[in-house]
């Protein structure tokens, strides 16, 4: 089945300690977006690409960092994760970036920061 | 500044029962509205959409209503059914091009046998 894999699905890095969050896709889809999700909040959009195009949204921290090296696999960097920054990630595909793509999600990486 | 809001986080229904989950919006620029389902330990899943040229829009159990002069949405599932228990997000996109999607918290529904 076409999907959105995430991994891993849990992670626990240390205050400072520099962290990757990965995704892939199957479904050759042309976006990718990450989202971070704060317990009891709702889904905020951090970054996305369009191909190998990066668009950073205004109020995503420096500290926040993304990579695509191809069309399948998507890296959120976090260089100096806080306390704040435990969260669940999520990682979003669509066709293309228009309103009436549906975004398919994965299932998410939780991060714990200690 | 929260912009898309559910102000109920849980709801409990009996089978066969209608739900009615509820979403507000401030951002009078929004145009497009969508709400995703969530089962634990899986991704949101897209369930149904409605721009805001209609007022009703209809798939199967699940309807969508939208009251632009109130500035509020509602998803109506008939009926309900244990499969449906899950989080159900409500979303908002403004104009056209790039689709960001602003969310809101979510509502838990649980719908018992």
């Known amino acids: 089945d076409a999907m959105v894999i995430q991994n891993p699905r849990y992670q626990v890095t240390q205050f400072g300690k520099p962290v990757t969050l990965s995704c892939s896709q199957t479904?050759?889809?042309?976006?990718m977006y990450w989202y971070q999700q704060k317990s009891s909040q709702a889904p905020k959009l951090l970054f996305h690409?369009?191909?190998?195009?990066?668009?950073n949204e205004a109020d995503t921290p420096d500290n926040f960092q993304s990579r695509r090296p191809n069309t399948s696999f998507c890296f959120l960097d976090i260089r100096s994760p806080g306390l704040g920054d435990a969260a669940m990630y999520l990682c979003?595909?669509?066709?293309?970036?228009?309103?009436?793509?549906?975004?398919?999600f994965g299932p998410g990486t939780r991060l714990l920061v200690l | 500044d929260q912009q898309v809001k559910q102000n109920s986080p849980s709801l409990s229904v009996q089978e066969g029962r209608i739900s009615i989950l509820n979403c507000d919006y401030t951002n009078s620029m929004f145009d497009y509205f969508l709400w995703y389902k969530k089962y634990p330990a899986e991704g949101p899943t897209f369930l149904i959409s409605i721009s805001s040229i209609k007022d009703k829009n209809e798939d199967g159990r699940f309807t969508v209503f939208l009251n632009k002069s109130a500035k509020h949405l509602s998803l109506h599932i008939v009926p309900s059914q244990p499969g449906d228990s899950a989080v159900y997000f409500c979303?908002?996109?403004?104009?056209?091009?790039?689709?960001?999607?602003?969310f809101g918290t979510g509502t838990r529904l649980l719908v018992s046998p």
């Open positions: 479904l050759n889809h042309n976006v």
């Open positions: 979303a908002a996109s403004a104009g056209t091009g790039f689709q960001k999607l602003v």
């Open positions: 690409y369009y191909d190998k195009d990066f668009n």
């Open positions: 979003a595909t669509s066709r293309a970036p228009e309103r009436q793509e549906t975004q398919y």
